[in-house]
């Protein structure tokens, strides 16, 4: 159940639901499950069958495709106020998960049965609405990651992760690689190139940012 602050926060970041009436909101939201995941936990993972739609109140999700020797490669975060596309997908199509979910941060999150989310999209406008919205942006997100991946030299790729970053940074070197979707090595070696040429300072977990427009000018090139 529901508390009032969690109630509340949901329909902050998800006002949509707001638009209900307050009959059927109580009834969604007494079907509805309150999660509380640590960092790290396996939300979903691949071929596994979606247990529902999830709404984050806090924390983050990465959602990844993981290769077989163990690489990765981030397709998209989920943040309070967006959902999954491919739990969307998922549920839509009645298809298992093809990606893995990772709490990124500690989660709190709503997950709706499956029955609920079609219901809303059903007969909410606005809700419909929301989760068209959001495979528009995520498959804009994804054709500037392909286009990345195929396109782009690794370390313009990694000074463009770096400066979307607030400095200092506080990340391992694996975890830029997995987000890259390339090898600890690789990244290691170019932060050293990036801060011999003064652009960065190199701690341990602890990356800061002395010339942002040199790395900004070099992502662009």
């Known amino acids: 159940m529901l508390s ?3 109630r509340l926060r949901l329909l902050q970041h998800y006002p949509m639901l707001a638009k209900l009436p307050v009959s059927k909101l109580d009834d969604l939201l007494s079907h509805a499950m309150v999660m509380s995941l640590p960092a790290a ?5 691949e071929n596994q069958a979606c247990q529902g739609f999830p709404l984050i109140l806090s924390g983050s999700l990465r959602v990844i495709k993981a290769a077989a020797n163990g690489r990765e490669l981030q397709l998209y ?5 967006e959902s999954c596309i491919l739990t969307s997908s998922c549920l839509l199509g009645h298809t298992r998960y093809q990606a893995r979910g990772i709490c990124e941060q500690d989660v ?6 499956a029955t609920a989310f079609h219901a809303l999209l059903e007969n909410q406008s606005s809700f419909r609405t929301y989760v068209f919205h959001l495979f528009s942006d995520r498959l804009t997100d994804l054709m500037q990651l392909v286009s990345a991946v195929a396109f ?11 400066i979307t970053k607030e400095s200092p940074i506080h990340s391992t070197h694996q975890a830029l690689a997995d987000e890259l979707g390339s090898a600890r090595e690789m990244v ?8 011999d040429q003064g652009w960065l300072l190199l701690g341990r977990e602890h990356i800061e940012i002395i010339d942002r427009s040199a790395l900004s000018r070099f992502a662009t090139l």
């Open 188 to 195: 290691s070696r170019l932060l050293k190139g990036f801060s």
């Open 77 to 81: 975060r989920v943040i309070p106020g």
């Open 152 to 162: 782009q030299k690794l370390d313009q790729r990694l000074a463009a992760l770096l």
């Open 41 to 45: 936990t396996v939300v979903f993972d």
């Open 108 to 113: 709190e999150m709503v997950l709706l049965p």
């Open 4 to 6: 009032n602050d969690a």
